[in-house]
T-cell receptor
Framework: DGGITQSPKYLFRKEGQNVTLSCEQNLNHDAMYWYRQDPGQGLRLIYY???????QKGDIAEGYSVSREKKESFPLTVTSAQKNPTAFYLC???????????FGPGTRLTVT | AQRVTQPEKLLSVFKGAPVELKCNYS??????LFWYVQYSRQRLQLLLR??SRESIKGFTADLNKGETSFHLKKPFAQEEDSAMYYC???????????FGTGTSLTVIP
Protein backbone atom coordinates (compact mmCIF):
# COMPACT_ATOMS: atom_id res chain seq x y z
CA ASP A 1 0.00 0.00 0.00
CA GLY A 2 1.78 3.10 -1.23
CA GLY A 3 1.52 6.44 0.38
CA ILE A 4 2.54 8.59 3.27
CA THR A 5 1.99 7.49 6.83
CA GLN A 6 2.12 9.26 10.15
CA SER A 7 2.17 7.68 13.54
CA PRO A 8 0.69 7.71 16.00
CA LYS A 9 -2.72 9.16 15.24
CA TYR A 10 -3.05 10.58 18.75
CA LEU A 11 -0.20 11.46 21.09
CA PHE A 12 -0.29 12.71 24.65
CA ARG A 13 2.67 14.16 26.49
CA LYS A 14 3.42 16.03 29.66
CA GLU A 15 4.68 19.56 29.44
CA GLY A 16 8.47 19.74 29.38
CA GLN A 17 8.95 16.50 27.47
CA ASN A 18 10.25 16.29 23.94
CA VAL A 19 8.19 14.20 21.56
CA THR A 20 8.93 12.88 18.08
CA LEU A 21 6.29 12.48 15.39
CA SER A 22 6.90 9.97 12.67
CA CYS A 23 6.41 10.53 8.94
CA GLU A 24 7.25 7.87 6.36
CA GLN A 25 6.61 7.74 2.63
CA ASN A 26 7.17 5.06 0.02
CA LEU A 27 6.36 7.24 -2.96
CA ASN A 28 10.03 7.88 -3.73
CA HIS A 29 9.39 11.59 -3.27
CA ASP A 30 12.36 13.87 -2.79
CA ALA A 31 10.61 16.64 -0.87
CA MET A 32 8.90 16.35 2.50
CA TYR A 33 7.12 18.89 4.65
CA TRP A 34 5.72 19.38 8.13
CA TYR A 35 2.72 21.61 8.77
CA ARG A 36 0.89 22.58 11.88
CA GLN A 37 -2.87 23.08 11.74
CA ASP A 38 -4.67 25.12 14.37
CA PRO A 39 -8.33 26.10 14.35
CA GLY A 40 -8.89 29.21 12.26
CA GLN A 41 -5.27 29.39 11.13
CA GLY A 42 -5.04 26.97 8.26
CA LEU A 43 -1.79 25.13 7.66
CA ARG A 44 1.49 26.70 8.65
CA LEU A 45 4.81 25.35 7.47
CA ILE A 46 7.22 24.22 10.17
CA TYR A 47 10.07 22.65 8.21
CA TYR A 48 10.64 21.24 4.77
CA UNK A 49 13.29 19.15 3.11
CA UNK A 50 13.99 18.94 -0.58
CA UNK A 51 16.70 16.31 -0.37
CA UNK A 52 18.27 13.90 2.06
CA UNK A 53 20.45 15.51 4.73
CA UNK A 54 19.09 18.96 3.96
CA UNK A 55 16.15 20.89 5.38
CA GLN A 56 14.93 24.46 5.73
CA LYS A 57 12.92 26.30 8.31
CA GLY A 58 9.39 27.31 7.53
CA ASP A 59 7.48 30.16 9.11
CA ILE A 60 7.10 28.61 12.56
CA ALA A 61 10.22 26.49 13.13
CA GLU A 62 10.95 27.72 16.66
CA GLY A 63 10.67 24.93 19.18
CA TYR A 64 10.82 22.20 16.54
CA SER A 65 13.59 20.14 15.01
CA VAL A 66 13.77 17.67 12.14
CA SER A 67 16.15 15.27 10.50
CA ARG A 68 16.28 13.77 7.02
CA GLU A 69 18.71 10.87 7.16
CA LYS A 70 16.69 8.76 4.76
CA LYS A 71 14.62 9.70 1.75
CA GLU A 72 11.57 7.91 3.14
CA SER A 73 11.58 9.44 6.58
CA PHE A 74 11.22 12.94 7.98
CA PRO A 75 10.60 12.84 11.74
CA LEU A 76 9.60 15.97 13.61
CA THR A 77 10.61 16.57 17.21
CA VAL A 78 8.50 18.93 19.25
CA THR A 79 10.79 20.21 21.96
CA SER A 80 9.97 21.63 25.34
CA ALA A 81 10.85 25.03 23.91
CA GLN A 82 7.70 25.05 21.81
CA LYS A 83 5.31 27.23 23.80
CA ASN A 84 2.03 25.91 22.38
CA PRO A 85 2.68 22.40 21.14
CA THR A 86 -0.89 21.11 21.28
CA ALA A 87 -2.02 20.98 17.67
CA PHE A 88 -2.73 18.80 14.66
CA TYR A 89 0.43 18.02 12.68
CA LEU A 90 0.41 17.13 9.01
CA CYS A 91 3.24 15.68 7.00
CA UNK A 92 3.37 15.89 3.21
CA UNK A 93 5.65 14.86 0.40
CA UNK A 94 6.07 15.76 -3.24
CA UNK A 95 8.21 14.96 -6.22
CA UNK A 96 10.95 17.46 -6.90
CA UNK A 97 9.67 20.32 -9.04
CA UNK A 98 6.11 19.11 -8.62
CA UNK A 99 3.46 21.28 -7.10
CA UNK A 100 1.27 18.45 -5.90
CA UNK A 101 1.73 17.59 -2.27
CA UNK A 102 0.56 14.28 -0.88
CA PHE A 103 -0.57 14.51 2.70
CA GLY A 104 -0.50 12.05 5.54
CA PRO A 105 -3.45 11.45 7.85
CA GLY A 106 -2.01 13.64 10.58
CA THR A 107 -1.08 13.31 14.24
CA ARG A 108 -2.98 15.09 16.96
CA LEU A 109 -0.61 16.03 19.77
CA THR A 110 -1.94 17.03 23.16
CA VAL A 111 0.45 18.38 25.75
CA THR A 112 -0.78 18.88 29.30
CA ALA B 1 2.44 38.85 6.39
CA GLN B 2 -0.71 37.04 5.36
CA ARG B 3 -0.11 35.85 1.85
CA VAL B 4 -3.33 33.96 1.24
CA THR B 5 -6.71 35.12 2.52
CA GLN B 6 -9.92 33.18 2.50
CA PRO B 7 -12.52 35.53 3.94
CA GLU B 8 -15.27 32.95 4.49
CA LYS B 9 -14.81 30.33 7.20
CA LEU B 10 -18.17 28.77 6.44
CA LEU B 11 -20.23 28.73 3.27
CA SER B 12 -23.56 27.03 2.69
CA VAL B 13 -25.34 26.70 -0.63
CA PHE B 14 -28.25 24.64 -1.89
CA LYS B 15 -27.71 21.74 -4.23
CA GLY B 16 -27.78 22.95 -7.81
CA ALA B 17 -26.89 26.52 -6.90
CA PRO B 18 -23.67 28.16 -8.05
CA VAL B 19 -20.84 28.29 -5.56
CA GLU B 20 -17.84 30.57 -5.31
CA LEU B 21 -15.13 30.22 -2.70
CA LYS B 22 -13.04 33.34 -2.43
CA CYS B 23 -9.28 33.51 -2.27
CA ASN B 24 -7.09 36.60 -2.36
CA TYR B 25 -3.35 36.65 -2.21
CA SER B 26 -0.48 39.04 -1.69
CA UNK B 27 2.77 38.27 -3.42
CA UNK B 28 5.13 40.49 -5.35
CA UNK B 29 6.33 37.89 -7.84
CA UNK B 30 4.48 35.65 -10.25
CA UNK B 31 2.43 33.38 -8.05
CA UNK B 32 1.55 29.77 -8.50
CA LEU B 33 -1.84 29.17 -6.95
CA PHE B 34 -3.70 26.02 -6.00
CA TRP B 35 -6.85 24.75 -4.41
CA TYR B 36 -6.63 21.81 -2.03
CA VAL B 37 -9.67 19.98 -0.68
CA GLN B 38 -10.32 17.77 2.32
CA TYR B 39 -13.45 15.64 2.25
CA SER B 40 -14.80 14.17 5.45
CA ARG B 41 -12.50 11.47 6.82
CA GLN B 42 -10.13 11.82 3.90
CA ARG B 43 -6.72 13.38 3.51
CA LEU B 44 -6.03 16.80 2.16
CA GLN B 45 -5.54 16.52 -1.59
CA LEU B 46 -4.90 18.73 -4.58
CA LEU B 47 -8.02 19.85 -6.39
CA LEU B 48 -6.61 22.09 -9.08
CA ARG B 49 -3.83 24.52 -9.93
CA UNK B 50 -4.06 27.67 -11.94
CA UNK B 51 -1.22 26.86 -14.28
CA SER B 52 -3.04 23.87 -15.75
CA ARG B 53 -6.25 25.84 -16.38
CA GLU B 54 -8.25 22.67 -15.96
CA SER B 55 -11.68 21.86 -14.61
CA ILE B 56 -11.79 19.24 -11.89
CA LYS B 57 -15.11 17.86 -10.63
CA GLY B 58 -16.76 20.81 -12.32
CA PHE B 59 -14.67 23.35 -10.43
CA THR B 60 -12.65 26.06 -12.12
CA ALA B 61 -10.48 28.84 -10.80
CA ASP B 62 -9.09 31.78 -12.71
CA LEU B 63 -6.11 33.76 -11.60
CA ASN B 64 -6.91 37.46 -11.67
CA LYS B 65 -3.66 39.31 -11.20
CA GLY B 66 -5.35 42.70 -11.20
CA GLU B 67 -7.55 41.78 -8.27
CA THR B 68 -4.97 39.34 -6.83
CA SER B 69 -7.66 36.72 -6.59
CA PHE B 70 -8.04 33.03 -7.35
CA HIS B 71 -11.66 32.29 -6.60
CA LEU B 72 -12.96 28.73 -6.95
CA LYS B 73 -16.23 28.36 -8.81
CA LYS B 74 -18.72 25.72 -9.74
CA PRO B 75 -21.96 26.44 -11.58
CA PHE B 76 -24.06 23.73 -9.92
CA ALA B 77 -23.09 22.53 -6.47
CA GLN B 78 -23.48 18.86 -5.55
CA GLU B 79 -23.81 17.32 -2.10
CA GLU B 80 -20.49 15.53 -2.54
CA ASP B 81 -18.79 18.92 -2.85
CA SER B 82 -19.23 19.46 0.88
CA ALA B 83 -15.69 19.67 2.21
CA MET B 84 -13.00 21.95 3.54
CA TYR B 85 -11.27 23.95 0.81
CA TYR B 86 -7.86 25.56 1.11
CA CYS B 87 -6.33 28.05 -1.26
CA UNK B 88 -2.54 27.87 -1.43
CA UNK B 89 0.31 29.82 -2.96
CA UNK B 90 3.79 28.64 -3.74
CA UNK B 91 6.70 30.96 -3.24
CA UNK B 92 10.05 30.98 -4.96
CA UNK B 93 11.95 27.91 -5.96
CA UNK B 94 11.84 26.15 -2.65
CA UNK B 95 8.40 24.67 -3.07
CA UNK B 96 7.30 26.48 0.06
CA UNK B 97 3.54 26.59 0.22
CA UNK B 98 1.41 29.16 1.98
CA PHE B 99 -2.10 28.03 2.81
CA GLY B 100 -5.16 30.07 3.57
CA THR B 101 -7.28 29.44 6.63
CA GLY B 102 -9.77 27.36 4.71
CA THR B 103 -13.47 27.55 3.87
CA SER B 104 -15.88 24.86 4.97
CA LEU B 105 -18.45 24.34 2.23
CA THR B 106 -21.77 22.69 2.99
CA VAL B 107 -24.10 21.85 0.16
CA ILE B 108 -27.66 21.57 1.41
CA PRO B 109 -29.78 18.89 -0.28
Amino acid sequence: DGGITQSPKYLFRKEGQNVTLSCEQNLNHDAMYWYRQDPGQGLRLIYYSQIVNDFQKGDIAEGYSVSREKKESFPLTVTSAQKNPTAFYLCASSMQNSYEQYFGPGTRLTVT
Amino acid sequence: AQRVTQPEKLLSVFKGAPVELKCNYSYSGSPELFWYVQYSRQRLQLLLRHISRESIKGFTADLNKGETSFHLKKPFAQEEDSAMYYCALIKGTGNQFYFGTGTSLTVIP
